[in-house]
T-cell receptor, first 113, second 115 residues
């Protein structure tokens, strides 16, 4: 199905650095979700956003639902080695009657100790 | 928090056999469950939407006779890969949602290897 445009595709950073990734869409979304997937496991929900402009934090993670409802970003502050993994954005389009999610292509994060 | 349990986590089977994967919502009732397939280094690809008590809705290109989905109760959905071929080898992940507006929670996935 349709994918969101997620960038960057991968990041290789030094421990302690901040990280920022985002997703954009040409369609309006009602919900934005951010997940993290470790190798060989299913995605784990990090943050859920339900309102345009909403800014939500979960520990060192902060995510925002864009005002236009067509984008969202995820920031990770002071990265640590266990932040390594693939981060996916996911959204529910406003015209989606089936409650299905559209996923971004993922951002692979690598952290150098 | 919401927990989705998927079993088995890994399975190896021979070509031509069938494999059943279970997805259970442990602490909530899931009226809708979703089955995804994920290839290495790629995003999740929705295969089908499973609604309790009714037939699953398959995405375009997914063979319903090959990937049989049963959602017999509010806490259990199963995906059966029939007559498995090596190209069916993949990571299969289920997800479940309780109330309509609640976020989607994922199982831990099943790594299927067909030899």
């Amino acid at each position: 199905g349709q994918q969101l445009n997620q960038s960057p595709q991968s990041m290789f950073i030094q421990e302690g650095e901040d990280v920022s990734m985002n997703c954009t869409s040409s369609s309006i979304f009602n919900t934005w979700l951010w997940y993290k997937q470790d190798p060989g496991e299913g995605p784990v929900l990090l943050i859920a956003l339900y309102k345009a402009g909403e800014l939500t934090s979960n520990g060192r993670l902060t995510a925002q639902f864009g005002i236009t409802r067509k984008d969202s970003f995820l920031n990770i502050s002071a990265s640590i080695p266990s932040d390594v993994g693939i981060y996916f954005c996911a959204g529910q389009p406003s015209n989606n009657a089936g409650n299905m999610l559209t996923f971004g292509g993922g951002t692979r994060l690598m952290v150098k100790p | 928090g919401a927990v989705v349990s998927q079993h088995p986590s890994r399975v190896i089977c021979k070509s031509g056999t069938s494999v059943k994967i279970e997805c259970r919502s442990l602490d909530f009732q899931a009226t809708t469950m979703f089955w995804y397939r994920q290839f290495p280094k790629q995003s999740l690809m929705l295969m089908a939407t499973s609604n309790e008590g009714s037939k699953a809705t398959y995405e375009q290109g997914v063979e319903k006779d090959k990937f049989l989905i049963n959602h017999a109760s509010l806490t259990l959905s199963t995906l059966t890969v029939t007559s498995a071929h090596p190209e069916d080898s993949s990571f299969y992940i289920c997800s479940a949602r309780g109330r309509r507006a609640s976020p989607l929670h994922f199982g831990n996935g099943t790594r299927l290897t067909v030899t």
